[in-house]
């Protein structure tokens, strides 16, 4: 049996200095835009080696902490998880607890999906990727990312 998923997890926005952000869309689920997401793989993971790690295995993406550094926000929300995904957790799990980065990757950074993840991407202004996600979390920090990484909308 697989083991169930720990309730805490990362968020990594990913976007350029002039504020394109890249959306996945989730495979199996057809319409599901979002930023890189993923749980810790154990419970003392570091969150920034959880980002790391899911930033390489849903991109291809390597942040190196020199050309491309993640930014830890510093940022948490708290949220039910969606009852089509709730069988992944122990029983009685219904929140979890996103730690939110970003990371800013030159234009024509590369990407390679995980198939098994997610289907197609797409580099959006960040105003309509914020309306593309269909999480409320991932939209709001999409909102924030010209303040949060300090460059001008």
């Known amino acids: 049996m697989k083991p169930y998923k720990i309730p ?9 200095a002039d504020l394109q952000v890249l959306l996945i869309e989730r495979a199996g689920n057809p319409g599901f835009w979002q930023s890189v997401t993923g749980s ?13 790690r899911e930033l390489f295995e849903e ?33 009685g ?13 030159p234009p ?18 960040y105003l309509e990727a914020a309306d593309q996600c269909f999480s409320s979390s991932n939209a709001e920090a999409i909102l924030q990312l010209p303040r949060r990484a300090g460059i001008s909308a």
Not at 40 to 52: F, G, I, Q, R, Y
């Open 8 to 16: 805490e997890s990362v968020l990594v926005v990913i976007h350029t």
């Open 40 to 52: 810790l793989d154990a419970p003392d993971e570091p969150l920034l080696a959880t980002a790391t």
């Open 59 to 91: 991109t291809g993406i390597v942040a190196d902490g020199e050309t491309i550094a993640l930014r830890d926000w510093r940022l948490s929300n708290v949220y039910e998880i969606y009852p089509i995904w709730r069988h992944r957790y122990a029983p």
């Open 93 to 105: 799990v219904t929140q979890n607890t996103e730690h939110v980065f970003s990371v800013e990757v």
């Open 108 to 125: 024509g950074t590369p990407v390679t999906l995980s198939p098994r993840e997610h289907t197609q991407y797409v580099w959006l202004p």
